[in-house]
């Protein structure tokens, strides 16, 4: 009989985060949406602790890993979205936790197919992660909504020599507003 994973030798399990921002929606583990074109590039989730203690100190991202995701070139119509569950309908602050970093883009969310909030430039000389941004108060049925994430450009800081630019979502949060 096969032995399940976490019964094999060697089997060492992922470590416990030290930190998950509470009622957060994962970046990392909201359900994707198939893209409409083939994009250049397959959104994916990432362990933070990769990149290495410089860039990685526990507590700093919400269930140490984020969502990264990047276009070839920005600005980019390619647009990228996740499935947001509602449970209660109401009215909620959207907020949302982004990586920053040198080749990071300023990214436009959408909800449902309207602008969310203002552009938000995630450019920053290292990578770190940056405040929550207030994306707006929307009213939401019960049921699942699109969040779409896309690149506006990118800051006149970034590298010159790439086109490129990525984004890390850390979380997004639902507040209800009373
Ligand atoms: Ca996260």
Not at 41 to 65: E, I, T
Not at 72 to 95: C, D, F, I, M, N
Not at 113 to 134: K, M
Request: hydrophobic fraction near 40%; charge should be negative; proline fraction near 11%.
């Amino acid at each position: 009989m096969t032995p399940r994973l976490t019964e094999r030798a060697g089997y060492c399990p992922p470590p416990r985060a030290d930190y998950v921002e509470p009622d957060a929606l994962e970046g990392e583990t909201l359900a994707q949406k198939l893209p409409r074109f083939m994009p250049a590039a397959w959104p994916s989730p990432q362990p933070m602790w990769v990149f290495g203690g410089k860039y990685f100190k526990p507590g700093q991202w919400s269930n140490d890993r984020a969502l990264l995701w990047g276009s070839g070139r920005a600005p980019s119509k390619e647009r990228h979205e996740l499935l947001v569950p509602v449970t209660v309908s109401g009215k909620y602050r959207v907020l949302a936790q982004l990586a920053r970093g040198a080749d990071f883009g300023i990214v436009q969310f959408t909800l449902d197919d309207a602008e969310l909030g203002a552009p938000v430039d995630c450019y920053a000389p290292e990578l770190q992660p940056g405040a929550p941004v207030e994306l707006g108060v929307v009213s939401l049925s019960a049921g699942e909504h699109t969040l779409g994430l896309g690149f506006t450009g990118r800051n006149p800081a970034a590298p010159a020599a790439r086109t490129d630019a990525r984004l890390g979502l850390d979380y997004v949060k639902l507040v209800p507003v009373d």
